[in-house]
């Protein structure tokens, strides 16, 4: 049975993200003795991290998924061995609301003009750095999804090394989803907010330190929350979605979708000034994540999950919008902006099956891949993970693996093998949650045959509730 609700919030409102395989745990585990069906490969070495809101206190009125205070799960795997562990990431909300016994926050479906503090963008929201995990020069980084501060934490231990400020340089906040090059070592980041600039755009150099910062131009606040880069160039995006400000003098937070806007991508030197992005145009949508992008001939092409219609209609509760707006419906969609010309052609990869959560080999960000593992995203009212499918962009062939009824996902990124010379040179890794027995397991599948099954079940010693953005760290990168 699925363990009862431990936290609620002061809505009344039975919250779906709270309940079953959302429900946040309140224990803090290492274990590594650990039940393994099927053998672990044991040239799979490396760590498996994954992000994800999971509440410490009952929210001060109505909880939001995107509320929850981050906790990073992570399985250690060596020489056919794992290691679980999971951990809270200590912002400095956090720890203020540990010291107090209770949540000083209210989250981002109510007004927030008591909180505390919020980012340095003066967005008055809890930083709860719980959306994505990026490794970088040794140590990984915790991400907010509003911009927030960059918290490290030691891809091991999971302990909170502090807000990275990138050895002092970083002037300002960090979106969820920066890009590593990692041919270059560097890092590639924005961040963006509700008052001028509304994006700023730079690059953190091999040795940690922000070496680029330029400020873009925008027609008004936007909420982009991913980017692309190439061999030269990096890809930002200004799309139609963004906050209702008449919503927003009121305290509100409310999205609009604008169908009469473009989307719009601006294509920037790496190191380029403000006057040398290019804009390309293309149909109104919204994006969270990007796949891959690369440059091709005098063309740069961007691998995207395509939502087309970001604004449910309706008009239910607060807690029924919000679960329309998390919904994830989207689809794999490419874009081609032609450098010479400026033009941009679009259109779909895969125009049925709703996939998001890309992930491919990402010691190619930035060049040509052939393959992306995306999540299937399960036909149900709250986002569930049903399965693993696989885009073969030369051959268009498509492969999927569904985990079987009640088990659910998380994203699985590329785990190259020990050697591994290939994309698709290694495995996938995922933390899967059955909401019948409330337990969770890791699957290691083999990347190049997925709809084969996993290799290995490792059992886990408590429900990982599901959660956001996940990474694999290499073991050479370890050391
Ligand atoms: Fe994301």
């Known amino acids: 049975m699925v363990e009862s609700v431990v936290i ?7 919250n779906p993200y709270l309940l079953g395989v959302y429900a946040p745990v309140q224990d803090e585990i290492t274990a590594d003795e650990l039940t393994v069906i099927g053998r672990i490969p044991a040239d799979l070495n490396g760590v498996y991290l994954r992000n994800g809101p999971n509440a410490r206190f009952p929210m001060k009125g109505r909880y939001h ?9 992570a ?34 479906m109510e007004n927030p003009k008591d909180n505390p503090f919020g980012n340095a963008r003066g967005l008055p929201f809890k930083d709860t750095a719980n959306t994505d995990v990026i490794f970088h020069r040794g140590r990984v980084l915790a991400s907010w999804y509003l911009c927030g501060t960059p918290y490290g934490l030691d891809p091991l231990s999971l302990e909170t090394l502090g807000a990275d400020t990138l050895l002092d340089t970083l002037n300002g906040d960090f979106m969820a989803h920066p890009k590593v090059d990692e041919r270059t070592g560097e890092l590639f980041w924005f961040d963006y907010g509700p008052r001028p600039p509304y994006l700023r755009y730079g690059v953190v150099g091999p040795g940690g330190t922000v070496e680029h910062c330029v400020e873009l131009d925008l027609p008004g606040a936007r909420l982009p929350h991913d980017m692309a880069i190439t061999r030269n160039h990096a890809i930002l995006m ?15 937070y409310k999205l609009t979708f604008n169908r009469e806007l473009p989307s719009r991508f601006g294509v920037i030197p790496r190191r380029g000034q403000a006057h040398e992005i290019r804009w390309f145009e293309a149909k109104p949508c919204y994006i969270y994540h990007v796949v891959n992008a690369w440059e091709e001939d005098d063309a740069i092409v961007m691998d995207v999950c395509r939502v087309s219609r970001p604004a449910p209609a309706g008009n239910g509760s607060p807690l029924s919008r919000m679960i329309s ?27 049925d099956h709703n996939t998001e959560f890309p992930s491919i080999d990402a010691r190619s960000t930035g060049y040509p891949t052939r393959y992306a593992y995306n999540v ?17 962009n030369v051959t268009g062939a498509k492969e999927t693996y569904f985990y079987g009824p009640g088990r659910y996902g998380s994203e699985a990124p590329f785990a190259p093998r020990d050697g591994s010379t290939g994309e698709d040179d290694g495995y996938l890794v995922s933390f899967v949650t059955d909401e019948r027995e409330g337990r969770s397991e890791v699957q290691i599948l083999d990347a190049s045959r997925i709809s084969d099954g996993p290799l290995a079940r490792v059992l886990l010693p408590q429900r990982v509730p599901l959660g956001f953005h996940a990474t694999w760290v290499r073991s050479e990168q370890l050391r």
């Open 8 to 14: 609620v919030d002061e809505s009344g409102e039975p």
């Open 65 to 73: 998924w995107f509320d929850g205070d981050g906790m990073v799960h």
């Open 75 to 108: 399985v250690h795997f060596e020489n056919g061995r794992a290691r679980y562990r999971n951990r809270w990431v200590r912002t400095r909300a956090f720890e203020a609301e540990s010291a107090a016994g209770r949540s000083l926050w209210t989250g981002v």
């Open 238 to 252: 200004d799309l139609p979605l963004y906050q209702d400000l008449d919503a927003a003098r009121q305290g509100r």
């Open 325 to 351: 707006y998390l919904k994830l419906d989207a689809r794999m969609y490419r874009y081609r902006f032609d450098l010479r010309t400026g033009s941009t052609s679009e259109g779909y990869v895969d125009a």
């Open 376 to 392: 299937s995203v399960a036909d149900a009212a709250t986002n569930l993970f049903d399965g693993l499918v696989r885009y073969d």
